[in-house]
């Protein structure tokens, strides 16, 4: 019924005819200092749909049937924007000549967006507007990429993966995750900036989109700017250097056109300690215009990046050694070494045809991506703990040991860490001299080789219609396994559970050399095909749109090793799950005049749950959440925008219930079930998200600008989800687990806890002051409140009352004093002032400029975010643990970057 009642509104609409008058606005457009004409600048009734753009010789005609006070939107690269009044009536409009002056100070974003892709940190810290916000020229959101991002703020609370993200109409976000992998083209700026941007619920022409929006990156040669760009950068942030260099043609006489880019980033350490980055990015396009509608595009790219990993740690760490301390590493040789690094090397080739003709546009693409996304690791077998903030090596285990504090022992574990704070390499060599390894140090692996196609239609039906709609596919087949890197001295490595004393691979050699694969060896399949289709209308008061999507989705796994603590079904293939999905979304915009216009959108879709979170244990076996639900997603967003000469901005409210959300977490509890390593299991999660957003810029003169923005939200579970525990071998009650090493701890009472969703309140002000001279500097002060840790939701389940040596309620563990516990405490609010400047030059054709950046100027100290242990998992243990208000197994928290600089020398020609 649903896809019947869609799909007539789309044939109905699309038959409809409107007789309108029409309106012509004429002009031409030349640039100030030469007076010569300027081709391709687009004109936009700002809050419409319509535009259009100067012929070669400058020379345009945009045609309207509407009625009212407007603003003129003229922009074109490298020019300032331009926004002319105008009172459209029962007239044509000759604007005459209008001459646009030289922006350099478009350098401004161009930088901005390089510092967005040094926040590429690590995948427990999700940030929706690094990269995702590149596009867009609102100002709420460019503060949130570039201001709030190194706060890890997140928009509406949202997680990226509800954001789509496209090259040239072909869908990149991942199957595992659901999120987009900016490092895959990371480094390649000067090409991939070429960007349309759809924020939110509002209607794309590319894709039905996330509740996020969708960013479509368009690669076409003649779409960017054509010349030469040298550039060279010094930060100390992520990266220390970088380099890169792109040249672009001019579209020749043969229809030929192309764009190379490379770049190379690079640092012994950044900010943190013992962050190495080692990252280069290469890039070709050739475009071949058949005629004036048909062209042909092949895109290719690879961003190779190699970089090593810091933790969160705990208060009392942060305390005794301060906020960039990182204990993954230690000096080899005299050299640093890094147990964490990640790997990133997967290319992607494209091919696309483009036709367009009378107002139909149809664009078919193809691309396939392939190559590895590592993590490295120290693992350690039957031998101590290498890393140095292990809880039993810090003074907390002593004072809080439940036979009384030790504080000599306390203070002895103080001078040692404080003498040690890092990994022994020597140490674990001389552990490794006996044949069989005591420490490995291997890589996660994932080599994914996925095949995606996609077919996008866009028909103007008349002056007042337009009909998009599109179909895609992707196949994955995503390799999972475990290599060793480095035997670290030892002649072989015995591949063994040593828990439990079992095969992890009982069909293959139990000695396990450099380069084997081992521990675990599994394949993902995926599939997805999905189609949309949108109907938008306009009219002279009105906008609306109404967009439909179905898609179904498949997963399987495939068990390349038996393992034998899963006799029964860790080998082979796993029994299929397949979920089909429907998504419904519409809109509505009303012109309270031409510079004041409200929009209200709404949509409800169901999204399936991402690979991680179908299969409980895909390392070790084929099970999967049982009654896994496709994730019910109803959201509202209200908006007002204003647009006037000195005055623009956007005030909105928005609503989002997300339902049914599966969660897998793992991690080692000492629970009333008993002790163990353990993968848990939530369902039937549900998550509010409701607030405001505002974001203002006044030109006060023709130099100064000001700005503010705003976001103010609410962020909540809104359900109590029952919560599974499965452990891996042994440790828990026996009679408590079901045959399939499950146990069921039924409700967590989180309903009303916040979410760790970054900070839920964000406050900035700004003023930039732009010379006529072109330099330029701007400042922002920034203030960021009510963000919270990630809780431990086995903590808040009836589980937490029981005392495992007895079987029963702990006496004392009232609901009071259990809420007193419990209680979550919002981390602390903090200020940023932030300083950018810049000065550019145009020498005898040439662009020169540079641009520093200053963040945090008074080296602020905050925490951006973090997450509770769920070692503890029962009342006595928490209760003992923070007698002493330095408990040993105190949440963890990540800090952000102190004062940092950016500083960029670019030429152009």
Known sequence: MFKFLLFFFLFLGSNISFAQDIRSITGEIRDTSSKMPIAKVTLEIEGTTYICFTNANGEFLLQTPLIADYILNISFTDYRIKRIPISISGQDISLGVIYLEKDFALELNDNLISLTDTELLEDEIDTNPT??????????????????????????????????VLINGIEMNKMFDGR??????????????????????????????????????NTKPSGMRPGTRLSTSASNRTYAGRLMATHTSKLNNKGFAYSVSGSRRWAKEGYMDGILYDAFSVFGA????????????????????????????????????????????????G???????????????????????????????????????????????????????????????????????????????????????????????NANRDNIAAYVLYDDVTKDNQIAANVL??????????????????????????????????????????????????????????????????????????????LVYEENKWNAFLSGSYSTTNYSRNGAFLNERFLDDSYGESIPIRFNDVGLKGGINYKINGRNWIAVNTSLQHKPPTVQNIFINPRENNQIVSNSKSEKVTATEISYYLRYPKLTGRVSTF????????????????????????????????????????GLEYQLSSSVQLSAVANIGKYVYASNPNVVINFDTAG????????????????????????????????????????????WVGLTANYLANNYTNIATITRTNSFYIDPETGLQFPDATTENVAQLLQQKPLDNFYLLNVVGGKSWLKTGKYISVFISVNNVFDTVFKSGGYEQSRNGNYGQLKQDNLSGTPTFAPKYWYGYGRTYFLNLAISF
């Open 180 to 217: 987009p992998q900016w490092n895959n083209w990371g480094g390649l700026n000067d090409v991939t900036r070429n960007q349309d941007f759809t924020s939110g619920l509002d209607a794309s022409e590319y894709s039905y989109g996330g509740i996020l929006g969708v960013t479509n990156i």
């Open 732 to 775: 828990a009650e026996d009679d408590l687990i079901n045959l399939e090493g499950n146990v069921d701890l039924g409700a967590s009472y989180i309903k009303d806890y916040k979410l760790a969703q970054g900070p839920q309140k964000a406050f900035a002000f700004g003023i930039n002051y732009r010379d006529p001279k072109y330099w």
């Open 655 to 694: 609503y989002t219930r997300f339902q049914d959300v599966t969660d897998i977490n793992f991690f080692f509890v000492d629970a009333g079930i008993g002790s163990d390593f353990v993968q848990e299991v939530l369902t039937d999660l549900d998550k509010l998200h409701l607030g405001a957003e505002i």
């Open 457 to 534: 239609f866009n028909a103007k039906i008349n002056n007042a219609i337009r009909l998009d709609a599109g179909v895609n596919f992707q196949n994955l087949m995503s390799n999972n396994y475990a290599e060793i890197n480095d035997l670290l001295g030892a002649t072989y490595h015995e591949d063994l559970d040593t828990f439990s004393n079992t095969l992890n691979d009982v069909n293959g050699s139990r000695e396990k050399l450099e380069g084997d694969v081992f521990n675990y060896n599994y394949t993902i399949n995926g599939q997805k095909s999905a189609i949309f289709s949108q």
């Open 335 to 429: 050299k640093i070494r890094n147990s964490r690094e990640r790997k990133i090397a997967e290319p992607i080739v494209m091919l696309n045809y483009f036709w367009e003709n009378n107002g139909v546009k149809i664009n078919a693409g193809i691309s396939y991506q392939s190559g590895i996304n590592s993590r490295s690791r120290l693992g350690y077998y039957n031998a101590p703990n290498p890393d140095p903030t292990y809880y039993r090596y810090l003074p907390s285990f002593y004072i809080n040991s439940p036979i009384g504090a030790n504080f000599l022992s306390a203070n002895t574990a103080k001078d040692g860490f404080l003498n040690n704070p890092q990994i022994n390499w020597n140490q674990i060599y």
């Open 131 to 164: 990269g995702l916000l590149q596009a867009t020229k609102d100002v709420f959101l460019q503060r949130a990429a570039f201001d709030f991002g190194q706060a890890f703020f997140r928009v509406k609370g949202y997680d990226s993966q509800y954001g789509k």
């Open 286 to 333: 050739l475009e071949y215009q058949f005629n004036t509608k048909s062209t042909l595009l092949f895109t290719g790219m690879l961003a190779s990046n190699r970089r090593g990993r810091s933790s969160a740690i705990t208060e009392e760490v942060f305390n005794l050694i301060g906020n960039r301390y990182n204990p993954y590493w230690g000096e080899q040789d």
